[in-house]
Nanobody, 126 residues
Framework: QVQLVESGGGLVQAGDSLRLSCAAS????????MGWFRQAPGKEREFVAA????????YYGDSVKGRFTISRNNAKNMVYLQMNSLKPEDTAVYYC???????????????????WGQGTQVTVSS
């Protein structure tokens, strides 16, 4: 089992950058594929980015491709989401999620992930 805690959200202006962090508990963190999702008010939760258990593979949603970067540090039990060139439409609560996996695959579906953090708010003003 793993517990996830996100941090790093805040209020920024369009064009700014933010780095979200997700701290994971548990000694088997490296056996989990990780993902970031977001949910804007009145909208469904949306896939943002995913990284394989070893960090060698990543995948991004179309709306963030080229602007966001997901990474992980297994020695520190951390996952990051570097967000550049932020837009008002990036405003949402951002969630970190974990899925136990040993295959090195990437997972894009919300329902695949067993563990979720509480979320961190990102607000981008125009």
């Amino acid at each position: 089992q793993v517990q996830l805690v996100e941090s790093g959200g805040g209020l920024v202006q369009a064009g700014d950058s933010l780095r979200l962090s997700c701290a994971a508990s548990g000694r088997t963190f490296s056996s989990y594929a990780m993902g970031w999702f977001r949910q804007a008010p009145g909208k469904e939760r949306e896939f943002v980015a995913a990284v394989s258990w070893g960090g060698g593979s990543t995948y991004y949603g179309d709306s963030v491709k080229g602007r966001f970067t997901i990474s992980r540090n297994n020695a520190k039990n951390m996952v990051y989401l570097q967000m550049n060139s932020l837009k008002p439409e990036d405003t949402a609560v951002y969630y970190c999620a974990a899925h136990q996996d040993f295959s090195g695959s990437l997972f894009l579906r919300e329902a695949t992930y067993e563990y979720w953090g509480q979320g961190t708010q990102v607000t981008v003003s125009s």
